[in-house]
């Protein structure tokens, strides 16, 4: 297995500007191809330069966007597969898990991970890339907190975003607690970088510790 590089933010795109770069390099730069996994809704392709500029602003050029569904397809999972690096949007944390978690789009991620491929969640797409995947009830549809199985990207330990704003204190201590493992919350327009699994950079508020 190759060094693994997981880029995890607190808020939706962009990238901080030291990630970002880190990302860029990860990916290759000017020869990256780069895959954006998001939900599709009107607009979105206005959307899309807040997770691209800073890419770009690093030479990267070649973007394939993934419109998430219960029904990928082939040729999806196939362009997914030659990918350099992969972003995991921000939005509905449970219906990216849906179309993510246990699907072929998950498998794919998974391996070309583990092949050294970098891979950067935004909020949902944060919580998703962990083994642990504990939704807020901010974030939840029934607003109870859940605790879900998620791509295991990043294990033992569990992640909380928009960790200041949502005033995320109690339940990351109740999934810490729960979970007995440790937890990190990470503020909005802030990221932390683990390589392979362990953090060893962070942009933006320092992360909130839990143990």
Known sequence: MRETHLFLFGGGPPFTDKLGERFARFAGNKT???????????????????????????????????GLSENPTHDQLGQLETCTGII?????????????????VGDTIRKVFDEGVPVAGFSAGTLVSCE??????????????????????LKNCVISVH?????EEKNLIEAVSKLKVPGYGIDENSGIYFKNGQLVEHEGSEPYLYD
Not at 139 to 153: S, T, V
Not at 163 to 167: K, T, V
Request: glycine content about 8%; hydrophobic content about 40%; some cysteine.
């Open 32 to 66: 990256a191809r780069v895959a954006i996994l998001f939900l599709k809704r009107p607009g979105w392709q206005e959307y899309m330069p807040s997770y691209t500029k800073v890419l770009e602003d690093n030479g990267v050029r070649d973007f394939y966007y993934f």
């Open 88 to 104: 995991i949007g921000g939005g509905v944390t449970e219906l990216y898990r849906t179309y993510i978690v246990d699907t072929p």
């Open 132 to 153: 642990h995947c504990v939704i807020s009830p901010e974030d939840a549809l029934q607003q109870e907190q859940l605790y879900l199985l998620g791509l295991g990207l």
């Open 163 to 167: 960790f200041s704003e949502w005033n």
